[in-house]
């Protein structure tokens, strides 16, 4: 339920003073940013401000153009509601102007605060800030800023083509992502924040934007620390050469005379979808040579390229969910190891699909994010590997897919979309993990008092979150990652 009275308090003390920001800001859900006076929303602890727009709507004009910068402005605004997701194909309600954030902060609790930024996955053409599982009111009630972003995805956020600009460049979702942590950097201390004390995290497509933040030079200094969950480390970006074939291929199923920023969104997603159902890549970051300049993440950890900021990472003991012959031959092909290879790898396992699976986690993830944390520790960086391989008590009897189970134990999201009810046990883990990430977000270790210890990375050290346990110890599986590093440098 939202405080009115603390909203007609907030309106009376903006309307009497431009000054307002310097209010403490704790004790009214408003705070005084570029954009407008935005009053938020009060439930129980946590006040929230959702649909705040963090750059120019990339309509029109602006369609397949870097971020511009909103309109500054006085007037005073409701920030109750999320705004649209980006447009994609699953989701009906979704938008082109959708370049918002949210935030959300402990409520009647002053600051500067630390702030955590989290980037959603949906492998760069899906998903959206706006998911019930990640709303930040837990986070905040633990006495943080949390931060959720949306950031153009599929063809509108991906595209390379001539025709576009006279730079070529694809990566305007990065664009987004880097416009959006300026916004906190020069917004965040109206809500209470720190912009000194910046943690980025996210899984998946997430996880992968944030390691290329922080390979980047444009996005240094606007984050202090970074947690990458289920980063594929190993995965190459397409060259210019590649990014321009897939561009070539979407103005052809547009149509060779589609002015490309008046077609309608709908026409848009058709072509997307077309080209997404021959090749579900084909829409995602490419090596620039400005944003981005490595031909994958490990290259660029290799080469010491990357901020030497505190780094959690890790990856989920399941990361796959293949259902189908097809999918199991198309991971399985790449790999030249010969089936009865794998089953000596593998030997508990028999199904073809089993090993599918355990094989693609380990070569896309495990071994990738083994390597990447290496990398990183030995550039003298606080450095913090884990594998998560907890399974709610409910699900034990028939796990659904792992890939991105770990988000539901961070948010604390219980019967929602994605996420179930949790049992006794399983919330104490819950709150374990989400404790590692605020201590590592509020001082870059993520030890605390009460919580099992978590050794630094080195060699192959890690926090194991198992079903019986959560204990620092030495990798089960580092033989076997030993084995896919090797394939991996051929």
Not at 35 to 47: D, I, R
């Amino acid at each position: 339920m939202r405080c009115l009275l603390a909203l007609v308090a907030a309106s009376a003390v903006l309307c009497c003073a431009r000054s307002a920001v310097a209010q403490p800001v704790g004790q009214f859900p408003f705070a005084l940013t570029r954009e407008g006076q935005m009053l938020g929303a009060v439930e129980g602890e946590v006040a929230s401000f959702k649909g705040l727009v963090y750059t120019a709507p990339p309509v029109g004009a602006l369609r397949w153009q870097a971020p511009q910068p909103t309109t500054e402005s006085s007037e005073m605004r409701t920030a109750y509601d999320y705004g649209a997701p980006c447009l994609q194909p699953s989701r009906p309600e979704a938008s082109e102007d959708c370049l918002t954030l949210n935030v959300f902060r402990p409520f009647g609790v002053d600051g500067p605060l630390p702030v955590m930024v989290f980037i959603h996955g949906g492998g760069f053409v899906s998903g959206t800030a706006n998911d019930p599982l990640f709303d930040g009111a837990k986070l905040a009630q633990a006495g943080l800023i949390a931060v959720t972003v949306n950031y153009r995805l599929g063809a509108l956020g991906w595209l390379t083509h001539p025709a576009l600009s006279d730079d070529s460049s694809g990566n305007y979702g990065l664009m987004d992502q880097i416009a959006a942590l300026h916004w906190v950097h020069d917004n965040i201390a109206a809500f209470g924040g720190d912009r000194g004390n910046v943690t980025l995290f996210g899984s998946d497509a997430g996880a992968t934007s944030i390691a290329l933040l922080m390979l980047s030079a444009q996005a240094r200094d606007l984050f202090q620390k970074a947690i990458l969950q289920s980063v594929p480390g190993r995965a190459r970006l397409r060259s210019v050469q590649e990014a321009e074939a897939v561009g070539r291929q979407f103005v052809a199923a547009l149509g060779p005379k589609t002015d490309l920023r008046a077609a309608e969104p709908r026409r848009l997603l058709a072509a997307e979808k077309q080209l997404l159902e021959k090749s579900p890549r084909s829409f995602a970051p490419m090596m620039d040579g400005r944003l981005a300049t490595e031909e994958d993440l490990a290259s660029g950890f290799a080469a010491g390229h990357q901020s030497r900021i505190p780094l959690i990472i890790g990856s989920n003991d399941d990361e796959t969910g293949l259902e189908n012959e097809s999918d199991i031959k198309e991971e399985l092909a790449p790999s030249g190891i010969a089936s009865d290879e794998l089953r000596k790898l593998y030997p508990d396992l028999a199904r073809p699909s089993d090993l599918a699976a355990r094989f693609y986690t380990d070569k896309i993830f495990s071994e990738p994010v083994r390597l990447l944390a290496r990398l990183h520790a030995a550039s003298g960086a606080p450095t913090f590997r884990y594998r998560f391989a907890y399974v709610p008590e409910a699900r034990r009897t028939n796990p659904e897919v792992g890939h991105g189970r770990e988000l539901q134990f961070i948010f604390g999201a219980e019967g929602v979309p994605g996420a179930g009810i949790l049992s006794r046990r399983d919330r104490a883990v819950a709150n374990r993990m989400r404790a590692y990430w605020i201590n590592f977000a509020r001082s870059g270790d993520p030890n605390g008092p009460d919580l099992p210890r978590w050794d630094a990375a080195g060699g192959d050290r890690l926090l194991l979150i198992t079903n019986d346990r959560i204990a620092s110890g030495d990798d089960p599986f580092a033989e076997r990652l030993d084995r896919l590093a090797g394939d991996g440098r051929k």
